[in-house]
């Protein structure tokens, strides 16, 4: 066994954090404040992970002369209200020293704004819990990355100078799985998140989890911590595969 640590990458909003309704609400309220249709429940939520500008062409069908304003609109509520809406999922931060204490390098990447994302992550404490942050440009009116959140993986495993077979991704999205199949590395899929009926079950998840407890133990099945190599051994296969 190799004695680099392994890394744990997360993804954030629907994973680390609830939004508590902020993303919603707030794609809500900036579309209603310029006077344009508002999409269902189902379609809102549908917009909380890949990037904004993004998910206001496609899914709200915005043309782009509109998105910049919407963009600014909503931006500016989610900082003065939004980010104290959220809330760290339950057991997270108790997952996070687990992992931490336990020898693991631990990163986010988020299609998140990456300066958005370090003050979200710091309005909740858990910041210095990461070795590194990394997210989409803070400009939020430029294109989406060509590459989705592939290009924000990699920068994760470049900086923590990872050994792809000893890392993971954690997310709730198609698009983390994507992601982390980009980089070939594994990828947990965890259920209390924002994907829609059977989107996770389609992609290729070393474990499925429902809960911060459950994907700890994920984790340390792929990656024994030091000292407990032999629990690998008594681990059925099909639990995590």
Same mark, same amino acid.
């Given at each position: 066994?190799?004695?680099?640590?392994?890394?744990?990458?997360?993804?954030?909003?629907?994973?680390?954090?609830?939004?508590?309704?902020?993303?919603?609400?707030?794609?809500?309220?900036?579309?209603?404040?310029?006077?344009? !249709?508002? @999409? +269902?429940?189902? *379609?809102?939520?549908?917009?909380?992970?890949?990037?904004?500008?993004?998910?206001? $062409? &496609?899914? /709200?069908?915005?043309?782009?002369?509109?998105?910049?304003?919407?963009?600014?609109?909503?931006?500016?509520?989610?900082?003065?209200?939004?980010?104290?809406?959220?809330?760290?999922?339950?057991?997270?931060?108790?997952?996070?020293?687990?992992?931490?204490?336990?020898?693991?390098?631990?990163?986010?990447?988020?299609?998140?704004?990456?300066?958005l994302a370090k003050k979200l992550l710091g309005m909740h404490g858990l910041d210095t819990r990461f070795h590194s942050i990394h997210g989409a440009?803070?400009?939020?009116?430029?294109? !989406?990355? @060509? +590459?989705?959140? *592939?290009?924000?993986?990699?920068?994760?495993?470049?900086?923590?100078?990872?050994? $792809? &077979?000893? /890392?993971?991704?954690?997310?709730?999205?198609?698009?983390?799985?994507?992601?982390?199949?980009?980089?070939?590395?594994?990828?947990?899929?965890?259920?209390?998140?924002?994907?829609?009926?059977?989107?996770?079950?389609?992609?290729?998840?070393?474990?499925?989890?429902?809960?911060?407890?459950?994907?700890?133990?994920?984790?340390?099945?792929?990656?024994?911590?030091?000292?407990?190599?032999?629990?690998?051994?008594?681990?059925?296969?099909?639990?995590?595969?």
């Open positions: 066994m190799t004695d680099s640590p392994a890394l744990v990458i997360f993804d954030l909003d629907g994973t680390l954090v609830d939004p508590a309704g902020s993303i919603t609400g707030g794609i809500a309220h900036s579309l209603a404040t310029h006077g344009l !249709p508002v @999409p +269902d429940s189902e *379609a809102l939520n549908a917009m909380v992970g890949p990037p904004l500008v993004e998910s206001l $062409r &496609t899914i /709200a069908g915005l043309p782009d002369t509109v998105i910049p304003a919407v963009v600014t609109t909503y931006r500016e509520r989610y900082i003065s209200e939004g980010m104290g809406q959220s809330r760290p999922y339950p057991g997270i931060p108790e997952l996070l020293d687990r992992l931490r204490g336990a020898g693991y390098h631990l990163s986010v990447a988020t299609q998140k704004p990456e300066g440009p803070d400009d939020e009116t430029l294109p !989406p990355l @060509p +590459d989705g959140k *592939a290009s924000i993986v990699a920068a994760a495993l470049e900086v923590n100078h990872a050994d $792809r &077979t000893r /890392a993971v991704l954690i997310g709730d999205r198609r698009n983390d799985a994507a992601g982390a199949a980009a980089n070939h590395i594994a990828c947990i899929g965890v259920a209390w998140g924002f994907a829609e009926p059977g989107e996770l079950e389609a992609q290729e998840l070393a474990a499925l989890v429902a809960d911060a407890e459950e994907a700890g133990d994920a984790v340390e099945r792929l990656f024994p911590p030091a000292g407990r190599a032999d629990t690998i051994e008594a681990t059925e296969a099909s639990t995590c595969r």
